[in-house]
């Protein structure tokens, strides 16, 4: 197999390892190729016992990153005239991971610097959270249009009612 399609793979797979692993990886000249590595980290790879995100994980390997200089909190995505900013916030709240956004707020990365409404980025996701979308709209981030485009097309009347119901009284005060 040709070099750079072996860095290509070992990038792929550093997204999935625990930091036990990542560490491993590592010793055998495993390094992401990019500094990306931090976005793609934030996923539902990692699971705990019970079968959920293992947001505990995630958050110790945030922490690795940091002290191998490998981390990276801002990224821009380009293509064309299109531009778009996020931070990692931007990856925990759109996967509904509360505990490592709240990670994140504690190290100094808060909401701003992202091209989305982050309420929006968390409706869109893989786990809406109404606690999250308090904490942003606590923080001064609150709904528009889209969001109830897309509460609306997403069927949260009936998928999650309890952030639907809360969200439309948000929109008649």
Not at 1 to 19: I, Q, S, W, Y
Not at 29 to 37: A, E, M, R, V
Not at 132 to 146: D, S, W
Request: charged share 25%; with cysteine.
């Amino acid at each position: 197999m040709p070099d750079d399609e072996k860095k290509k793979l070992c990038e792929v797979a550093l997204t999935g390892t625990t930091v036990e692993q990542t560490k491993r990886l590592f010793v055998a000249n495993c390094k992401p190729l990019s500094g990306q590595l931090s976005f793609r980290i934030i996923n539902s790879q990692l699971k705990d016992t019970k079968g959920q995100v293992d947001q505990a994980e995630i958050i110790h390997k945030l922490k690795f990153l940091q002290a191998e200089d490998l981390f990276q909190s801002e990224g821009m995505y380009k293509l064309g005239p299109y531009e778009e900013k996020f931070n990692l916030q931007s990856n925990a709240i759109a996967w509904g991971l509360e505990e490592v956004s709240d990670y994140l707020l504690s190290i100094g990365i808060g909401y701003a610097g992202n091209s989305d409404n982050l309420i929006n980025s968390n409706i869109q996701g893989r786990n809406p959270s109404i606690s999250l979308v308090k904490k942003l709209m606590q923080a001064g981030i609150h709904p528009n249009a889209k969001t109830y485009t897309l509460i609306e097309e997403r069927n949260f009347a009936s998928k999650h009612p309890e952030l639907y119901q809360f969200l439309q009284e948000k929109k008649q005060n």
